[in-house]
């Protein structure tokens, strides 16, 4: 039987306080994220194995680190993740970190039970020699954030709010490293924060793994459905000014965050310009 209850690395990935979370950041974009203090650049949309996106960011960079958010368990081989990892690591050591995830069930036809089938990849990474504290596991309930404690550096939770935060940090105890992404529109006009959010949000609306969750953190079955309820869209979007937004964000580092991907809900090449204006009220060291 596969032992899910594997001691937890005792070193935390150090992202810093924040990041950034995207999907199409390139090598000069990731080069003014660096400098405005950001410590990492999350990249979603369940990249595939060979992760050959991730060597030209990291060239481009000096202290920056990359990290997946996530790869999909179900569409990325194990193997060829592994060896993905290894090539990265050797050219760039300790400066990528590998998110995976079970993704929904909704999108994969060869879907079967999502915990036995994590558990089984994490042993294959692990015969790979993928380090578990150079991995995170996208995690949301409270089975899949203890395992993530136990198999790996800690949780990359999605689409959560600060009070999820506090629970996480709860089950995960202080030694796994928690970093859940929150959303941004920088505005101050609550219906146009709220449309640009309700855009972000609607396919998550058909999956059951985040409707649970919201369900969980206190939202009424009908805040969880198409076009979900203003108060769940100002729970997981964050609007206003910089300093609203920033004083949102850091309440997941009140929560017990180790670090917050920021993923601002606007054109790409408006992305280095919106982080800008955050990076002062956040902090950071490059404002």
Known sequence: MTDTHASAPTAKPDLGPFGVFGRGVTPQQAKEIEALGYGAVWVGGSPPAELAWVEPILAATSTLQLATGIVNIWTADAGAVAESFHRIDKAYPGRFLLGIGVGHREMISEYRKPFDALVEYLD???EYGVPAHRRVVAALGPRVLQLSAQRSAGAHPYLTTPEHTAEARKLLGDAAFLAPEHKVVLTTDPDEARATGRAALDMYFNLVNYRNSW???????DEVVRPGSDRLVDAVVAYGTPDAIAARLKEHRAAGADHVPV????????LVSALAELAGPLGLNGS
């Open 263 to 270: 993923q601002v809900l606007t054109k790409d090449e408006n």
């Open 215 to 221: 369900k969980r953190s206190g939202f009424g079955e």
């Open 124 to 126: 294959q990474l692990d």
